[in-house]
Nanobody
């Protein structure tokens, strides 16, 4: 089992920044590729970013490229999402997730999930 706890969400004006954290406990953090997903009201959960087990490779959905940065610190068992130039359309609950499968953009391929943290961007 892997337990994931997100933090760092909040209310920010458009153009602002937030840094989300995801603290992991349980099994060895570095054994898992990690992803960030988000879900807006009335919409399906969507992929935001992922990072490989070592942190050597990252992937982003097109709408956040150049604005968001995913990173991890395996020594601290923590995943991060730095979000800059935030837009109202980034408003959603953000979830971190862990997978021991191959890298995937699909939520169902992820085994462990956090409870989510709300990000609200005002215009």
């Amino acid at each position: 089992q892997v337990q994931l706890v997100e933090s760092g969400g909040g209310l920010v004006q458009a153009g602002g920044s937030l840094r989300l954290s995801c603290a992991a406990s349980g099994r060895t953090f570095s054994n898992y590729a990690m992803g960030w997903f988000r879900q807006a009201p009335g919409k399906e959960r969507e992929f935001v970013a992922l990072i490989t087990r070592s942190g050597g490779s990252t992937h982003y959905t097109d709408s956040v490229k150049g604005r968001f940065t995913i990173s991890r610190d395996n020594a601290k068992n923590t995943l991060y999402l730095q979000m800059n130039s935030l837009k109202p359309e980034d408003t959603a609950v953000y979830y971190c997730a862990a997978t021991d499968n191959n890298l995937s953009y699909v939520p169902s391929r992820y085994t462990y999930w956090g409870q989510g943290t709300q990000v609200t961007v005002s215009s």
